[in-house]
């Protein structure tokens, strides 16, 4: 596949991530940080956020596991999933995370579990779209490409470097 | 024309090290700290990110009874940005440490939450804090706190030196800002008090451009309401227009 065609892909892909609502501005203002002198960030703080992410799950599983549910913890780790998924721009893991802290605060533990696989699912999802398109990226940079940023447009908004 | 591009350029007008300004970050995310530290680079800050208040206060010498052997002066933290809510000490905790200490009460504070809570920000602007921002920290917001910071180093180089420096001092910073088109901080508060253009949290949303190069993103009125500097007083840091009513 050749560069214009890679990028156009790339376009395409990331306008659907934004439309489906899996991203938000928040991953565009990841994106203009990334310049020549770091042309990894995106790539080093999606990385973090899955470690991140999944070390929270894990913690989530474990303390909704217990006799007694300790709430307030449940509550803690799941402010700190909302926070780094707000601050990746993964959209629907945070609105996941809301809907979960709101069970949290109720202290229903059968709708905490049910909250705990919604924004597992909502994670999956979203780590297996930012793969596949940390991949393009990477694709079009080894065939000496530049990921066209500047194609995205919004709404009548253009972002301009 | 982009600030970025001087550099690539290699024509470097980033300032000397000791003019650059010098931010401690707070914050017990690690995703949280590698974006604000990259956010305060690119806005040609020089970062110091450490994840917990007990760390910052150690970091700045405080936690130590007797004085630190560094002095102030040395050491030179120019902002404290923090997170709220941490494990341990909170934001609200390390900011009344900071502002109970007579060495370092006047470095500006600022406060990062992603809860958007009026008694929680009136409760931080009462104890001191230059400034509230509703995570999560855009370009704009650091760009907001980078001009204050030049404004509020200008003021203080010109109250301390005499004339003839001034004349260099003036040349450094118009240096800096040329890449600062947008204006004073008076007119971002006045771009910034217009209302958003959406209720959508996603910044694409608004028109303008994300650069940091251009006028600001207009942000959500709950930021509008902190004035950066009025270019008269320099004993009242944190003086602050009102806030207009939110939506």
């Given at each position: 596949?050749?560069?214009?065609?890679?990028?156009?892909?790339?376009?395409?892909?990331?306008?659907?991530?934004f439309?489906?609502?899996?991203?938000d501005g928040?991953?565009t203002q990841?994106?203009l940080?990334?310049?020549?002198?770091?042309?990894?960030?995106?790539?080093?703080?999606?990385?973090?956020?899955?470690?991140?992410?999944?070390?929270?799950?894990?913690?989530?599983?474990?303390?909704?596991?217990?006799?007694?549910?300790?709430?307030?913890?449940?509550?803690?780790?799941?402010?700190?999933?909302?926070?780094?998924?707000?601050?990746?721009?993964?959209?629907?893991?945070?609105?996941?995370?809301?809907?979960?802290?709101?069970?949290?605060?109720?202290?229903?533990?059968?709708?905490?579990?049910?909250?705990?696989?919604?924004?597992?699912?909502?994670?999956?999802?979203?780590?297996?779209?930012?793969?596949?398109?940390?991949?393009?990226?990477?694709?079009?940079?080894?065939?000496?490409?530049?990921?066209?940023?500047e194609?995205l447009s919004f709404q009548g908004y253009k972002v301009k470097l | 024309?982009?600030?970025?591009?001087?550099?690539?350029?290699?024509?470097?007008?980033?300032?000397?090290?000791?003019?650059?300004?010098?931010?401690?970050?707070?914050?017990?995310?690690?995703?949280?700290?590698?974006?604000?530290?990259?956010?305060?680079?690119?806005?040609?800050?020089?970062?110091?990110?450490?994840?917990?208040?007990?760390?910052?206060?150690?970091?700045?010498?405080?936690?130590?009874?007797?004085?630190?052997?560094?002095?102030?002066?040395?050491?030179?933290?120019?902002?404290?940005?923090?997170?709220?809510?941490?494990?341990?000490?909170?934001?609200?905790?390390?900011?009344?440490?900071?502002?109970?200490?007579?060495?370092?009460?006047?470095?500006?504070?600022?406060?990062?939450?992603?809860?958007?809570?009026?008694?929680?920000?009136?409760?931080?602007?009462?104890?001191?804090?230059?400034?509230?921002?509703?995570?999560?920290?855009k370009l704009s917001?650091?760009k907001?706190?980078?001009?204050?910071?030049?404004?509020?180093?200008?003021?203080?180089?010109?109250?301390?030196?005499?004339?003839?420096?001034?004349?260099?001092?003036?040349?450094?910073?118009?240096?800096?800002?040329?890449?600062?088109l947008s204006?004073?901080?008076?007119?971002m508060?006045f771009s910034s008090s217009s209302p958003s253009p959406s209720l959508s949290p996603s910044s694409l949303s608004s028109p303008s451009s994300p650069s940091p190069c251009l006028s600001p993103l207009p942000s959500p009125p709950?930021?509008s309401?902190?004035?950066?500097?009025?270019?008269?007083?320099?004993?009242?840091?944190?003086?602050?227009?009102?806030?207009?009513?939110?939506?």
């Amino acid at each position: 596949m050749e560069v214009g065609q890679m990028q156009r892909t790339w376009v395409e892909y990331t306008k659907s991530l934004f439309r489906e609502g899996f991203l938000d501005g928040q991953f565009t203002q990841l994106q203009l940080l990334q310049d020549e002198s770091n042309p990894d960030f995106v790539v080093e703080v999606v990385s973090l956020f899955f470690e991140d992410s999944e070390r929270l799950l894990n913690d989530l599983t474990r303390a909704l596991d217990q006799q007694i549910v300790d709430f307030k913890r449940v509550d803690a780790h799941v402010h700190q999933l909302k926070g780094s998924s707000s601050s990746i721009g993964a959209q629907r893991v945070k609105n996941a995370c809301i809907a979960f802290r709101n069970f949290c605060e109720e202290q229903n533990s059968e709708a905490c579990l049910k909250c705990l696989q919604q924004v597992r699912q909502e994670y999956c999802l979203v780590k297996n779209k930012l793969e596949t398109l940390i991949r393009l990226e990477q694709q079009i940079v080894a065939a000496g490409g530049s990921i066209p940023i500047e194609e995205l447009s919004f709404q009548g908004y253009k972002v301009k470097l | 024309m982009h600030w970025r591009s001087e550099k690539i350029d290699g024509f470097d007008l980033s300032p000397p090290d000791d003019e650059q300004v010098h931010v401690l970050a707070v914050d017990d995310s690690l995703v949280d700290r590698k974006v604000i530290e990259r956010l305060l680079k690119i806005s040609c800050c020089k970062v110091t990110a450490v994840d917990s208040g007990i760390r910052a206060l150690q970091f700045l010498g405080l936690d130590e009874e007797k004085s630190s052997s560094v002095g102030f002066d040395d050491l030179k933290v120019d902002l404290i940005i923090t997170d709220y809510c941490m494990p341990g000490m909170t934001g609200y905790e390390l900011l009344k440490k900071i502002k109970e200490s007579s060495t370092f009460r006047e470095i500006p504070v600022v406060i990062m939450s992603s809860e958007n809570v009026m008694a929680r920000i009136d409760r931080c602007l009462e104890e001191g804090a230059e400034d509230f921002i509703v995570k999560p920290v855009k370009l704009s917001d650091v760009k907001r706190l980078r001009d204050y910071m030049t404004a509020r180093e200008f003021r203080v180089k010109n109250q301390q030196i005499g004339n003839n420096n001034n004349i260099k001092n003036n040349n450094k910073r118009r240096l800096r800002e040329t890449c600062d088109l947008s204006s004073s901080p008076l007119s971002m508060l006045f771009s910034s008090s217009s209302p958003s253009p959406s209720l959508s949290p996603s910044s694409l949303s608004s028109p303008s451009s994300p650069s940091p190069c251009l006028s600001p993103l207009p942000s959500p009125p709950i930021l509008s309401y902190s004035a950066p500097c009025s270019p008269t007083s320099l004993d009242s840091p944190t003086r602050r227009l009102k806030m207009s009513s939110s939506d």
